[in-house]
C-alpha cells in the first residue's frame, strides 16, 4: 500500500458518458460526506501503514470548496512524499494559483479530445476552452508535471492519437493515453471498442520514435516511453491487455469514507462510521491493515484472461467512477 486516492466528493461539473450511470445517481448526502480533518485524520493513518503519495480526485474534486485548505493541511503529514490531483481541468484556471501556493506541485487533467463538438458531447455539459485555458494557468503557476489523461476509445477518438501527442510535445504536457474499459456500470464498454496499448505504441513511434523507460517504480500503471528527439515522455496505461493486479499498490478512499482496495470493487469497507462513534486511531489503523491484507482483487486478470480465451468473465455490479474517482 503506497498510494491512495481520495475522491473528495463525488459532485461532478460534467456528465461524462463513461462515468456518470444512466440510472438515477444517489448522491452521497453532504452530512455523510468527510470533512477535511476527517480526511487529514485517515490519510494520516494511511501514511503510517506505508502510503508516500496522495492523489486528490472527485466526482470534480475543484467543485470542493476551499480545496486548498485541505491542501495544506496534507502538506503537514510527514512522510508523506508526493501530493497531487486528478482534475477535469474546467474550474483549474481560477484555482490553480492557490492550489499552487497552498504546495500542490502536480496535477492530471482529463482530456480526451481537442474537438469542441466532441468535447461537448463525451462530457455533456463542458466547453474545451476552459480545461485549455487552465492547463496554461497550471504551467504559469508553476506546476510540474502537468500530464494529460485520454482514454483512447476506437470509432470515436483514436483518429486524434497522434494529434493529442503533438499537443503534449508542444506545449510540454506529459501524456498519458489509456485503454477504454468498463469501470463502473455506465461505460458502454465492449472489447472491440478498445483501442490497445500496442496499436497506440505503433502509431506513436511510426511517427514520433520512442523507447521504453519502463513503469515508475517497478508499478505504476503506465509504462513510460520517451521521444528519441529529446521532447518529452509519453505513458500509456494498458488496462485491458496488460492487467497489473499483481503489482498493484493503490487503495482509495470515497467521499464517504469508505476504503476500497480496487478500481472494479463492488463496495468499500467503512471507516468513516467507527471514526464518528469515537475509535481510536490503534483501532482505525487495525481496521485498515485487516482490509489490506485481506484483499484478493483479480478482475483486471480474469477478465484479460476470459478475453483471450473466448470465455464469459462476471461483471458483477461495481461502484461508480463518479463515486471512486481515478
Known amino acids: ?56 480526485t472527485g466526482g470534480e474534486p475543484l467543485v470542493r470548496r476551499e480545496l486548498e485548505k485541505l491542501v495544506a493541511q496534507l502538506r503537514t503529514i510527514p512522510d508523506l512524499h508526493d501530493l497531487s490531483l486528478t482534475t477535469n481541468g474546467a474550474l483549474l484556471g481560477t484555482q490553480a494559483s492557490a492550489l499552487r501556493a497552498a504546495g500542490l506541485q502536480r496535477i492530471n487533467v482529463s482530456l480526451d479530445t481537442l474537438k469542441e463538438d466532441r468535447f461537448r458531447k463525451i462530457t455533456q455539459r463542458g466547453e474545451l476552452a476552459p ?136 463496495s468499500g469497507f467503512d471507516l468513516k462510521s467507527p471514526m464518528r462513534q469515537g475509535a481510536t486511531d490503534e483501532q482505525l489503523q487495525e481496521l485498515i491493515r485487516s482490509v489490506w491484507m485481506g484483499r484478493g482483487d483479480r478482475y483486471s486478470d480474469l477478465r484479460w484472461d476470459a478475453l483471450q480465451s473466448g470465455k464469459p468473465y462476471q461483471t458483477a455490479r461495481k461502484i461508480e467512477m463518479i463515486t471512486l474517482g481515478g
Not at 492547463?135 to 492519437?161: Q, T, W, Y
Not at 508542444?170 to 483501442?195: C, L, Q
Not at 496488460?242 to 470515497?254: A, Y
Open 1 to 56: 500500500m503506497h498510494d491512495l486516492r481520495i475522491s473528495v466528493t463525488d459532485r461532478c461539473n460534467f456528465r461524462c458518458t463513461y462515468c456518470m450511470p444512466h440510472d438515477e445517481y444517489k448522491w452521497v448526502e453532504r452530512a455523510e460526506v468527510l470533512t477535511f480533518d476527517e480526511i487529514e485524520r485517515l490519510a494520516r493513518l494511511l501514511v503510517a501503514q506505508g502510503v508516500s503519495q496522495v492523489r486528490l
Open 131 to 266: 480545461v485549455l485555458e487552465g492547463l496554461a494557468v497550471a504551467k504559469a503557476v508553476g506546476m510540474s508535471p502537468i500530464k494529460i489523461n485520454a482514454v483512447i476509445i476506437r470509432g470515436f477518438n483514436d483518429d486524434e492519437l497522434l494529434d493529442l501527442v503533438e499537443f503534449g510535445r508542444k506545449h510540454g504536457y506529459e501524456m498519458r493515453f489509456i485503454e477504454y474499459m468498463d469501470v463502473g456500470n455506465a461505460s458502454g464498454w465492449e472489447p472491440a471498442r478498445t483501442y490497445t496499448k500496442g496499436e497506440m505504441l505503433a502509431a506513436i513511434h511510426a511517427r514520433y520514435p520512442v523507447r521504453e523507460v519502463g513503469r515508475v517504480a517497478g508499478s505504476a500503471p503506465a509504462v513510460d516511453y520517451e521521444f528519441l528527439d529529446g521532447s518529452g515522455i509519453v505513458g500509456i496505461i494498458g488496462s485491458i491487455t496488460e492487467p497489473f493486479c499483481s503489482s498493484c499498490t493503490r487503495v482509495r478512499l470515497t467521499a464517504d469514507g469508505r476504503l476500497v482496495t480496487c478500481l472494479f470493487a463492488e
